[in-house]
């Protein structure tokens, strides 16, 4: 989708906003034993980083959709996916997650601007001058395309060495720019999108040590000279090499105390069973120790598409089943999973959800496709309502029974409201864009 269409598609889906906003605040009446809505009765959001080619897969967005506040794209935003080559900008996979996360309410994360990684070739091939140019024309690019979607960016991530030198990582921006490209891009940034929160992201910083040294004094150095900064980013990946520091907190606290709010951007721990719940307990009695750690990301949804997979870092098994450590950090949360709490198995509780995906697009319509799954106990009829943006018209709609009011159809089953527990469905329409490209909002799905 073009700059230009996505912010007035923004701005002609005021209604699918409200719609999305409905639809979670059902999601944190009804759900008090959901991340998010544990989350948010913290004053924190608690997000996910997401890959858009899962998106399709209806027990991965099932989750998502129930668990998380906020969501990170994981690779999509990266420069090697979103400016390949120079001037060419290419948003449709971050686009999509964008999208879904509006539809559903959820916040979105930007990751990352200026990295060293996942950086294309012709970034690197540059000279001092055209690369200054071409990094500010990457993060207008970016924070253009998405002005006022994004709460937080990473503006500048992994600066710093591993090791005990507190140095500079070496990088084109660093080799070829020096130190003062960071505050440049921070500056770019702000000028770019004034409302989003400008972040430095890093790794290996999350206790007190030479490199969160560093960092520290470098955030120290913007305050003092007003460079435009607004949050630091604990990547928190761990492990039995890089255990959860016990000065996590206390570090927290030391950045949040230059006047800098801090997010745990990251956040994975390999392992499993009570330990590794007793490690993601204290991770989150950290950030909720600390008044300005706002929230806490984990780095995707299940164990089975994680970087680090063999490691079984989530908080979701590789068949979406809530671990141990779900429950610890729910219950650090003020959550209750207690068996007998709504949604929980066994309770009676007829429930459902509904997730919608895009199958088809052209240039003047596409296939839509909601899928509906039963929640813990079997249900023999399911609704939920799609709200269409005003230009756009069904003009048909299969293995459903749609009712329109407006721009709004509720749609019931046609031969298929029988689902057994945890079993899906789907219904699907074709719509006519008439000049808007904007996604539908999907509201709660409710059995009976
Ligand atoms: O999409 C291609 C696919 O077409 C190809 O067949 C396949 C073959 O290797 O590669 C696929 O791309 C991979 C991509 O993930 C998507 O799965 C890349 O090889 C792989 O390198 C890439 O890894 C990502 C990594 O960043 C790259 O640095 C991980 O998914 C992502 O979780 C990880 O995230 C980083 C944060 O951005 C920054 N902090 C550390 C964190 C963990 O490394």
Same mark, same amino acid.
């Not at 400016?83 to 449709?92: A, D, I, M």
């Not at 750690?293 to 979406?320: A, E, H, I, Q």
């Not at 207690?338 to 088809?360: K, M, N, Q, V």
């Given at each position: ?107 979105? &994360? ?58 500079? &990582? ?241 749609? &019931? ?36």
């Amino acid at each position: 989708m073009s700059m230009t269409l996505r912010r007035l598609t923004r701005a002609a889906t005021a209604g699918l906003v409200a719609a999305a906003a409905l639809t979670a605040a059902a999601h944190s009446a009804e759900a008090a034993d959901t991340l998010g809505s544990a989350a948010a009765g913290q004053g924190r959001y608690f997000g996910t980083a997401v890959a858009a080619n899962h998106l399709g897969e209806a027990d991965y967005t099932a989750t998502l959709d129930r668990e998380f506040s906020s969501v990170t794209p994981e690779n999509e935003m990266k420069w090697d996916a979103t400016e390949p080559s120079r001037g060419t900008f290419t948003f449709g996979s971050a686009d999509r997650i964008v999208d879904h996360a509006q539809s559903q309410g959820m916040d979105v &994360r930007g990751h990352t601007l200026v990295w060293h990684s996942q950086l294309p070739s012709w970034v690197g091939s540059l000279g001092a001058s055209d690369l200054r140019t071409a990094m500010n024309a990457h993060i207008n690019g970016l924070m253009g395309h998405y002005k006022g979607e994004i709460h937080s960016w990473d503006v500048v991530n992994e600066a710093f060495q591993d090791g005990g030198s507190g140095a500079r &990582r070496s990088s084109p921006f660093q080799d070829k720019l020096g130190n003062g490209f960071i505050e440049e891009a921070f500056r770019t940034a702000r000028a770019a999108d004034p409302a989003a929160k400008l972040c430095y992201n890093d790794y290996n910083t999350d206790g007190v040590n030479a490199k969160s040294n560093a960092v520290y004094d470098m955030v120290e150095d913007f305050k003092s000279r007003g460079v435009p900064i607004d949050c630091v980013g604990f990547q928190s990946h761990f492990n039995s090499n890089s255990p959860v520091p016990s000065d996590y907190r206390q570090n927290l606290q030391r950045f949040a105390d230059l006047g800098v709010d801090v997010q745990i951007t990251e956040l994975d721990i390999e392992g499993s069973g009570s330990a590794q719940a007793a490690d993601y307990t204290k991770v989150v009695e950290a950030c909720l120790a600390v008044s300005r750690c706002t929230g806490m990301t984990v780095w995707g949804v299940t164990d089975k598409y994680s970087w680090r997979s063999g490691g079984t870092p989530l908080l979701f098994d590789g068949n979406y089943q809530e671990k141990p450590a779900h429950d610890a950090v729910l219950s650090a949360l003020g959550g209750s999973g207690d068996p007998g709490d709504p949604g929980d198995p066994g309770d009676g509780t007829l429930s459902c959800t509904a997730t919608y995906t895009r199958t088809a697009d052209w240039s003047s319509g596409y296939n839509g496709q909601v899928t509906i799954t039963a929640g813990d106990e079997p249900i023999s009829s399911w609704t939920t309502t799609v709200t269409l943006p005003a230009q756009q018209s069904v003009s048909s709609l299969w293995n459903g029974t749609p009712t329109r009011s407006g721009n709004v159809m509720t749609v &019931r089953p046609s031969w298929n409201g029988t689902l057994a527990a945890g079993a899906s469905t789907s219904f699907g329409f074709t719509v006519a864009k008439n000049g808007s490209d904007a996604a539908p909002a999907v509201g709660t799905c409710t059995a009976s």
